[in-house]
């Protein structure tokens, strides 16, 4: 099958130089968009078809169109950084277009090539790259999204998709540095349960941890943890981020993807960064007891969560209705700064990328 190439619509009015500057100086995160989108459309009769970069402008949409009704929706998040030469690289592009293909066939949704997620990703970036933020953190965050669009009342799977890409001038998601957050442990709430859609990146399973994430926030907590939906009891993930833990001896441990957990490439990346320096890492089961007794009697000495917005993020200290406790010191351990400072630095082009995981795309 030969794949489209995208046709180029600029923007008529593309936002004047001058504000573009002043409007990525500090541009927090997910604010700040930029002028153009990549759109795909997909249908039975045509399959992938009408790619485009064109200018970033509100979805059309008819008011029986599937997604409204059935939340057949998927999406990825991933970042083009700038490298010190100014040239700009993609990270990890291609694992984020397997998981969203993996997605697609897990909601019933046309499968989207992965070459073509890449190449979407790629052409608007280049479109885009004067959007990118200078500065430590900073950024060009690509949310990659596709929805159902027949206008049709049934429960099926949708005739028709729209496959759309756009772009957000992001800065550092911790300004002055990462800080430990607090979390509430959710006894009553659970994110996702086996034989569900836990470990596909579809905007239900962030809905349903919205209340959860919530109730985290009127306990005075920065986020929620989940556990299991059986036993309520094994730690599986945050309302949008996997989670490590750090012990006295040096390994380390994370939950295993067992259908409910999100597998999230910065889980992978910091699994293989840790795995590259011999340090053993343990993909098993970890209950809240035991979280709670090993940072009691020092065992545990750090905790952090991962993810592409935050990218690490030290957690110290965590609570519930009928506990609270607090990791280490309660501030970043060495462990999390060095994990965090070492895929930054690839990340950024500022150390070997052993693995190949930046693209250079211009």
């Keep these: 099958m030969t794949q489209p190439s995208f046709a180029f619509e600029p923007h008529a009015t593309p936002v004047e130089a001058s504000e573009r500057a002043a409007r990525i100086v500090n541009p927090g995160f997910g604010r700040v968009f930029t002028d153009h989108m990549a759109t795909i459309r997909w249908s039975e009769d045509k399959g992938w078809h009408d790619a485009k970069i064109t200018a970033r402008a509100p979805i059309v949409m008819d008011p029986a169109a599937a997604v409204l009704h059935y939340a057949q929706e998927i999406f ?18 291609e694992q984020n277009a397997a998981r969203f293909r993996r997605s697609a066939k897990r909601l019933a949704m ?8 890449v190449a ?13 933020p200078a500065g430590e953190g900073s950024a060009l965050y ?47 709430f659970t994110r996702a349960a086996p034989g569900g859609t836990g470990d596909a990146k579809c905007g239900g399973n962030y809905a349903a941890s919205l209340l959860a994430q919530s109730e985290a926030i009127r306990q005075g907590c920065d986020q929620v943890v989940f556990l299991d939906a059986t036993e309520r009891r094994w730690v599986e993930e945050l309302g949008g981020m996997n989670i490590f833990f750090v012990f006295d001896d040096g ?21 293989t960064l840790a795995r590259d320096q011999e340090i053993t890492v343990r993909e098993e089961r970890y209950s809240i007891e035991e979280w ?14 991962c993810g592409t917005a935050a ?5 110290g200290k965590v609570s519930s209705a009928d506990f609270s406790f607090q990791i280490g010191d309660g501030q970043p351990g060495e462990r999390t700064q060095a994990l965090l400072k070492q895929l930054t630095d690839i990340q950024r082009g500022r150390s070997n990328d052993p693995h190949g995981w930046m693209q250079r795309i211009g």
């Design 251 to 271: 390994t380390m441990l994370t939950p295993p993807l067992t259908g409910t957990i999100l597998p999230g490439i910065t889980r992978d990346s910091i699994l």
């Design 110 to 117: 046309a499968e989207l090539p992965e070459d073509l997620f």
């Design 76 to 93: 990825e998040g991933l970042k083009a950084y700038t490298l010190p030469d100014g040239g700009v690289a993609l990270f990890r592009a």
């Design 142 to 188: 690509l949310r990659p999204f596709m929805i159902a669009s027949e206008t049709f009342l049934g429960v099926k799977p949708s005739a028709e998709y729209l496959y759309c890409v756009i772009a957000s001038a992001v800065g550092n998601y911790w300004p002055g540095g990462a800080k430990s957050v607090s979390l509430w442990v959710s006894k009553e």
């Design 292 to 305: 709670q007794a090993d940072a009691a009697s020092g065992r545990l000495v750090e905790a952090f969560a």
């Design 120 to 132: 979407s990703c790629r052409e608007l970036t280049l479109a885009e790259r004067e959007w990118i």
């Design 311 to 315: 990218v690490v993020t030290p957690i």
